[in-house]
């Protein structure tokens, strides 16, 4: 007993001695402390790779660009399927085709998340690297690597709202300021120049999928074109001076083929200029044109009874009546009655056979097979879950370059209608790649027949709402879509980032 | 150490003889020999009084009175008075006299002032507590089956809360709250402290038969010495002892049986027939041929056991306590089922002539379980109920019918085709330390360890629903260790004859660890392998597998002391303070102080209240005490960087491959500290005519420095929130506690208990725009596709506000009410929203009752929550013929809405009063004596009566605290049918 009560007294004091410290600070286990890391090459790598992870996120979501660049233009539309499951939101997707915008809704807000929490992670990365003691080859190419993905997701932004808040420097904790759209693409273009010629020069697979000078030129190409809508500055020559940067390299070519750039794996392709890659076994979200667009009773045929779809978004009618029926890119839209693999017909859930048609009759209450589909991307089978498609997805293309030089000269010159040689060659080599020969070709062309060319060809790609605004037919009406003011050029800037930083105007008009 | 240890020993050596020569030296000069009384002490029943406590008042000579309550006691000359004494009984003094036989009757004190009250860090009497302390002790529990001892005392303590998170499931555990709900992200919980030791985790491997008291701290003055634990209350619960005597056994056991009420809300077959044809008579391939009850081909009669045995005995020096305790339930689904094992031993050390006590305790249980796949119920009582069980056509389907609606899973496939295993191994060491230096100055040491260790293997087939994989496997573990070190000095002293102090001082020190990890493979070449090789999958090679590991880890220190006074029994005082620092806590404010002050004034006492004699007891108290909460996450006060596995954001793409990225994952905040409380709370304590007793208490809280998110803009930092203590909220509320006999016979007794309690609650601050935190207001619990409630500065937590539903046009589509007139109606809009109720009560009540006619008693309780308002899930998704036409069954409540034809929407019609009454337990049974053998038999219900309007399943449901996570609206929220436990049970005590 008395050594009993001599061992509990040693160990009483014992632990008391122990914890007396008082050490209460936090042991971290399955996170890192920031404030250790980018000590090294490796450690800087692997920070950068968190810049990109936003594009991979919401770079291809309906809730993020899809939805503001493609749901609110004339090339798609979802409307409210009677049955079952179908893609409403609570009529956020009728409310953005409709140019119905608030700066609550989701596509906004997350948008705009995107857009400046990839800024405000490069500027942390920036940072830490710059000031970081490890000293490689690579740091000056990483640093402008990073200042261009900053610079396109401000072009981003400077497209969607135009009137942006903006803070380059990590250190600065106030309030950002809101730059105008004119001061905000005077930056964009500043640190674009200064950074492109410490990147990579040319497209390899060491960097698929990352920043580049043919990235760099290729925003600066989209930004003089539309300079004179953005700023009333007119810059086509600047424009075509960027198209032929990227042209005369020879870097890039068209695929032979228009779908080649869809396919699942169409890595290595030499058309893209940059691209956000996808891969199933890298997680779930991300790329899900699947789950947007199949009506389920097509899950079995493409192996997919594991994961959902939400019989939502459609190509307009309008859209696929302008395809030529020899227009091989046509195929990429999926339309008439259904059949599996084998053979047997797919039924529908409303009674027969399930087929597709291109009419939509209410947007409210459409019928299931109501909407062209799109199967521009190679359909993937076997997906479970929310696993991503394998398709990568491309950004920039070499055929947007293609019909961009020739707008820029048509519009340099200021004619509606051109037979100018240079201007058709270009769009012809489009056109030609789309029909397998010459027999479609235009000999000569007006304005609006390249925007319509530019919408077949680049459909769904993120880039018909720019088109239009530039084209002024961003107001007109359509179907199932009224005339909207000119106001609506630009989105609302969302509600909670109005709230957090009280600095903020709100766009005119909301 | 040897050296100090033989000086204490020479001192108290010398001070014995010392004491010794004097005791002699008196006895020298006493003319008269001690001499001896004897008696025999009863209780008004007639029944002997066994361990009554008999003192020679001013000495420590004392006796305590055998099996046939008789007493005998060495008097020495001079002594005056005789004191007897006995918990639950009024003590006696009594005069000696000349007298050599004294016999007493003691009568039952309703107040049990002389009970023994566990507060935080020691005890004290009923008579002597100052702050809000409720008590309930065995005799008083609830009896039956529930999922965790808690479930006993529901109802019995105004104030508490304690509600079954899911209507009649009884294996879905309580949510308890002690006066409202005090938080907006912390946690909610009150801390539960099980012998001294913070128990960390869950209760339900403790069985009731257990226990022996539950001793409820509900006010700041008197949780304030738990600091930052506190806010939420505390439940203290003190475990069966062992107790010297010759070796007894006690052992209980039930059988019970769960009847389900039959669903009449939703159509069987022939009832879904007519519908369809009266309101789609042209959709043809509605109607499936079948006639199937799917509740009834997934779920069984669930028939439980539970049985416990305790061995207790020893001597003065060396008693134990050995329990072993067995449960088996079955769940209401097949294949759904729970095994509890847990033997424990607690064992008492006395050494040292009775100066050292040790106490220790070994815990351990093991339940093994299997779940039910998730979405079972749902996919059950939504099924078409005419669609076949089994398709032999369907080969590829394993032979069950698939009815190729999106989302649509065969339930009876579901059962069949998974598995869900269950482990879970517990382990509660305890050492209690204590030793008596002086008579009045004792040290304590207590140490606790606590382990769950979970292990769950699940496997799906490749005929499991929906899987889309052939065959998957997930395994995985988790462990939560926590321990204590709380060593402390307690000293007690008196200046004169009245004033009496009492106080504590000591040191805390808690750590908790806990990690997991789980693996996922799928697509296996074989079902025979199960979940137990499952490296086998193909995913593996594919690059598909998922494996996960996680730890973490905090701490907690503390130093607390106390010091209670007590005058003459008349006024009594306490006051306490913590210091404590938390590593959850921001690196600017890990410490923190909390103290308290009560005060009380028992008036009875007074010499001016002595005319009034049917006063039995008058306190009254007032306390203040300031407590934190510090159950928040982990590690967001520090700048962290993490990776992203799973989501598509998580790699990276370089130089060809893919890799790892590393994200910030917060904006940290060194700022950030607990959520603290200050509480004022005033109450009376009363007894009148032996008879009646009661207890009132207000109260009003404030709680400040909330947790919550608030917007920050986007750069400079990285998220577009931050995690800070802004806003403030008010709860404040009443809580009256009745009793009494209302018949007091020879052999018919008739006792009552009424708790009724009251909270209101009111948001004072929600934002500080002067710190740059705005925050107009906080929508949310997802409800259809919008939100449900809303919080704003000025307004209670928990306000139901909806679109006001006006009609159903002829395309479906639903019009709503332009509230504020403007022309538009935006129903997601708080302008076009009325406030509809609150989702907490006005009030609670308790009523229990118990009879006694000589050895058969029955006892019955309600329980009242009324004037809260709940959204009806069940109607809200089901109750429109959309759900009809689209495949799925419906409520039969459609047919008296063929207008509602839209999609599921939220709105005015389906936010409901959710007020009950129910009559949540009767016991019949039967007592009965041989000699000191004792049986009792008892029939027992539970849940057996709802009287209520809401008309869903059952209106007690727990809604979610401030759920914003919009991905998780539309879940498995048609919540647990109605049912009702029999229990046949047996308590033998030899």
Redesign the interface.
């Known amino acids: 007993?008395?050594q009993s009560?001599?061992l509990?007294?040693?160990l009483?004091i014992g632990?008391?001695i122990f914890?007396?410290c008082?050490?209460?600070?936090?042991?971290?286990?399955?996170?890192?402390?920031?404030?250790e890391?980018y000590s090294t090459e490796n450690?800087c790598?692997?920070?950068?790779?968190?810049a990109?992870?936003?594009l991979?996120?919401r770079g291809t979501s309906l809730w993020g660009l899809l939805g503001l660049e493609s749901v609110t233009t004339d090339e798609s539309i979802i409307p409210v399927h009677t049955?079952?499951?179908y893609l409403?939101?609570?009529g956020l997707w009728r409310d953005l085709h409709k140019h119905d915008f608030s700066s609550?809704q989701q596509s906004v807000t997350d948008s705009w998340?995107f857009c400046?929490?990839t800024?405000?992670?490069c500027?942390?990365i920036l940072y830490q690297v710059e000031n970081s003691p490890a000293q490689f080859d690579g740091k000056v190419g990483m640093l402008a690597e990073l200042k261009t993905l900053r610079a396109f997701v401000l072009y981003k932004a400077v497209d969607l709202w135009g009137n942006i808040?903006i803070?380059m420097d990590?250190e600065?904790?106030?309030?950002?300021t809101q730059y105008t759209r004119a001061d905000a693409f005077d930056l964009v273009e500043e640190e674009l120049l200064a950074a492109y010629p410490l990147t990579e020069a040319a497209p390899s697979?060491?960097y698929?999928?990352?920043c580049t000078r043919p990235l760099a030129f290729a925003i600066l190409a989209k930004m003089y074109l539309n300079s004179e809508k953005w700023t009333g500055e007119a810059r086509y020559a600047d424009a075509i001076a960027m198209c032929d940067s990227i042209i005369s390299k020879g870097n890039f070519q068209l695929e032979s083929s228009h779908a080649d750039n869809f396919i699942i794996e169409n890595e290595g392709s030499p058309e893209t200029i940059f691209t956000i890659?996808?891969?199933?076994?890298?997680?779930?979200?991300?790329?899900q044109m699947h789950m947007y667009t199949l009506h389920?009773?097509m899950?079995?045929k493409y192996?997919?009874?594991?994961?959902?779809?939400w019989n939502g978004i459609s190509m307009t009618e309008a859209m696929y009546d302008s395809y030529d029926d020899a227009d091989s890119r046509k195929a990429a839209w999926l339309i008439g009655p259904q059949f599996y693999f084998n053979g047997d017909t797919l039924m529908g859930?409303e009674?027969g056979q399930l087929t597709f048609t291109k009419t939509i009759t209410?947007l409210?209450?459409s019928p299931e097979a109501e909407g062209v589909r799109v199967f521009k991307w190679e359909m993937n089978t076997?997906l479970?879950?929310w696993e991503?498609m394998d398709n990568d997805f491309a950004i920039f293309r070499y055929a947007d370059i293609l019909l961009m030089k020739a707008e820029a000269i048509m519009r340099n010159n200021g004619s509606t209608t051109s037979s100018d040689a240079t201007v058709l060659n270009l769009v012809n080599q489009v056109r030609e790649r789309a029909f397998g020969d010459d027999s479609h070709n235009y000999i000569s062309i007006t304005l609006d027949e390249l925007l319509a060319e530019r919408g077949r060809e680049l459909a769904f790609e993120e880039v018909r709402r720019q088109d239009l605004i530039r084209f002024g037919k961003w107001g007109d009406a359509w179907k199932f879509k009224p005339v909207s003011e000119s106001y609506k050029e630009l989105f609302p800037l969302p509600n909670?980032?109005m709230?957090?930083?009280?600095n903020l105007q709100q766009n005119d008009g909301y | 150490?040897?050296l100090k240890?033989s000086k204490l020993k020479i001192i108290l050596t010398l001070k014995f003889r010392l004491m010794m020569i004097l005791i002699i030296a008196v006895q020298g000069f006493a003319f008269a020999q001690p001499r001896i009384i004897t008696g025999t002490v009863i209780a008004e029943s007639g029944e002997a009084l066994i361990g009554v406590s008999v003192q020679i008042q001013g000495t420590t000579i004392g006796a305590i009175t055998a099996v046939d309550g008789t007493y005998s006691i060495d008097v020495p000359p001079g002594s005056e008075t005789l004191i007897f004494s006995f918990v639950s009984m009024e003590t006696q003094e009594i005069a000696i006299g000349n007298q050599t036989i004294i016999d007493i009757t003691l009568t039952e004190s309703i107040l049990g002032l002389e009970e023994v009250v566990v507060i935080g860090y020691g005890t004290t009497s009923r008579k002597e507590i100052t702050g809000s302390v409720a008590s309930v002790s065995s005799d008083e529990f609830i009896q039956g089956d529930m999922p965790s001892p808690l479930g006993a005392i529901q109802g019995k303590v105004a104030g508490l809360s304690v509600v079954s998170s899911n209507g009649s499931d009884p294996t879905s555990d309580y949510t308890v709250l002690i006066r409202g709900q005090n938080s907006l992200s912390g946690g909610r919980a009150p801390l539960i402290i099980v012998d001294g030791a913070p128990w960390g985790g869950s209760l339900s491997m403790i069985d009731p038969e257990q226990i022996k008291s539950f001793d409820i701290l509900k006010d700041g003055s008197a949780a304030a010495i738990y600091g930052t634990r506190a806010t939420n209350g505390v439940i203290l619960i003190t475990l069966k002892k062992p107790e010297q005597g010759d070796v007894k056994f006690e052992f209980s056991s039930f059988v019970s049986y769960e009847a389900v009420e039959n669903n009449d809300r939703w159509f069987d077959a022939d009832g879904y027939r007519d519908a369809i044809g009266t309101l789609f008579p042209d959709?043809d391939?509605l109607d499936k041929g079948a006639s199937t009850d799917w509740m009834e081909e997934v779920s069984r009669t669930p028939i439980n056991q539970n049985y416990n045995m305790a061995i207790l005995g020893g001597s003065e020096n060396l008693s134990f306590r050995a329990n072993m305790a067995y449960k088996n339930n079955q769940g209401l689904f097949q294949e759904n089922y729970s095994n509890v094992v847990a033997p424990s031993i607690f064992v008492t050390q006395k050494?040292?002539n009775n100066r050292?006590t040790l106490d220790y305790k070994l815990f351990y249980s093991r339940t093994n379980s299997s779940d039910i796949p998730g979405g079972l119920f749902g996919q059950t009582i939504g099924r078409n109920p005419t669609e076949p069980i089994y398709d032999p056509t369907n080969i590829a389907g394993n032979g069950y019918y698939d009815n190729?609606?999106?989302?649509s899973r065969n339930p009876v496939a579901m059962l069949n085709e998974s598995t869900n295993d269950r482990e879970l191994n517990f382990i509660n060491g305890l050492v209690n330390?204590g030793?008596e230096i002086t008579d009045n100055l004792f040290l304590q040491?207590t140490g606790s360890y606590n382990i769950w260790m979970g292990d769950n293997g699940s496997y799906q087939t490749k005929f499991y629903p929906?899987?889309?994989?052939t065959g998957q496997a997930s395994v995985g573990s988790w462990t939560t260790k926590s321990y204590t070190?709380e060593?402390s000095i307690r000293y007690r002293f008196s200046i004169g004859d009245n004033h009496r102090f009492n106080a504590i001082a000591g040191?805390s020190?808690n750590e908790g660890n806990s990690?997991n990890m789980s693996i996922t493979n799928?697509n296996f070449d074989t079902d025979k392998f199960s979940y137990h090789n499952i490296a086998a999958g193909n995913d593996l090679i594919?690059?598909?597998a998922n494996i996960y590991?996680?730890?973490?880890?905090?701490?907690l220190?503390a130093y607390y002391g106390r010091v209670s006074y007590n005058y003459g029994n008349k006024y009594l005082a306490s006051a306490s303070i913590r210091y404590e620092?938390?590593?959850?806590?921001g690196a600017n404010n890990?410490w923190g102080s909390f103290p308290a002050l009560s005060v009380g004034w028992r008036l009875n006492q007074e010499s001016f209240m002595s005319g009034l004699t049917f006063l039995d007891e008058l306190k009254i108290r007032a306390g203040v005490g300031v407590t934190g909460n510090q159950d928040i996450p982990?590690?967001q006060?520090?700048?962290?960087?993490?990776t992203?596995?799973?989501?598509?954001?998580?790699?990276?793409?370089?130089?060809?491959k893919?890799?790892?990225?590393?994200?910030?994952?917060n904006n940290p905040n060194p700022d950030l500290k607990w959520e603290k409380k200050t509480e004022y709370n005033v109450g009376i304590d009363f007894g009148l005519f032996k008879r009646i007793s009661g207890t009132v208490d207000i109260y009003r809280r404030t709680i400040s420095d909330l947790l919550w998110y608030y917007?920050?803009?986007?750069?400079?930092?990285?998220?577009?929130n931050v995690y800070a203590n802004v806003g403030q909220m008010t709860n404040s509320g009443i809580e009256i506690l009745l009793q009494g006999d209302i018949l007091k016979t020879k052999s018919l007794n008739w006792k009552t208990i009424l708790t009724w309690s009251k909270n209101v609650n009111i948001m004072d601050q929600l934002a500080d725009p002067s710190r740059g935190y705005?925050?107009?207001y906080i929508k949310y619990t997802p409800a259809a596709?919008?939100w449900g409630q809303l919080l704003r500065q000025g307004e209670a937590v928990g306000n139901f506000w909806a679109p006001v539903y006006v009609s159903t046009e002829e395309?479906?589509?639903t019009v709503y009410e332009d509230v504020d007139g403007d022309g538009d109606v935006d129903e997601?809009s708080i302008e076009d929203r009325v406030l509809v109720g609150n989702e907490r009560p006005d009030f609670e009540m308790g009523w229990q009752n118990e009879l006694t006619y000589k050895n058969a008693f029955l006892t019955f309780s309600f329980r009242a929550v009324v004037g809260q308002y709940l959204i009806n899930w069940e109607r809200m998704t089901t109750e429109s013929t959309r759900s009809l036409?689209?495949?799925y069954n419906g409520l039969r409540s459609t047919l008296d809405h063929p207008d509602y034809t839209d999609?599921s929407r939220y709105d005015t019609r389906f936010v409901e009063d959710g007020s009950y009454l129910k009559l949540d337990n009767v016991v019949l049974g039967y007592n009965m004596k041989f000699g000191q053998n004792n049986l009792r038999l008892y029939v027992s219900g539970r849940n057996l009566l709802t009287f209520t309007n809401f008309e869903g399943n059952d209106p007690e449901q727990v809604v979610p605290w401030i759920n914003t996570d919009y991905a998780k609206f539309g879940g498995d929220n048609i919540s647990y049918p109605y049912s009702r436990t029999f229990i046949l049970g047996a308590k033998f005590n030899f």
């Not at chain 1, 790598?45 to 968190?50: D, E, P």
């Not at chain 2, 929906?466 to 994989?469: A, C, F």
């Not at chain 2, 620092?581 to 806590?585: H, L, N, P, T, V």
């Open positions: 007993m008395k009560i001599k509990l007294i040693a009483i632990l008391l914890n007396a008082g050490d209460l600070d936090e042991e971290l286990y399955s996170s890192i402390n920031s404030e890391w450690e790598v692997l920070a950068m790779g968190s990109y992870g936003g991979r996120y049955n079952g499951s409403d939101n609570d609550y998340e400046f929490s800024l405000a992670n500027n942390q808040p803070n990590f600065d904790t106030s309030l950002p697979s060491e698929y999928g990352r890659p996808y891969d199933r076994v890298i997680g779930d979200f991300g790329f389920y009773a899950l079995p192996d997919l009874t594991g994961t959902w779809c859930y009674g209410d409210d209450q076997g479970s879950g991503t909670n980032a709230n957090a930083n009280p | 150490m040897n240890l959709r391939n050494a040292l050292l190729l609606m999106q989302g330390a030793y040491f929906l899987l889309g994989k070190l060593p040191y020190y990690s799928a594919e690059g598909l590991t996680h730890r973490e880890s905090n701490k220190i620092g938390s590593s959850r806590f890990k982990n590690y006060s520090i700048p962290r960087l993490s992203r596995i799973g989501d598509s954001s998580g790699l990276f793409y370089y130089q060809g893919w890799g790892n990225v590393y994200v910030p994952d917007n920050v803009p986007v750069p400079p930092n990285v998220y577009d705005e925050l107009e596709t919008s395309n479906g589509t997601n036409s689209t495949g999609q």
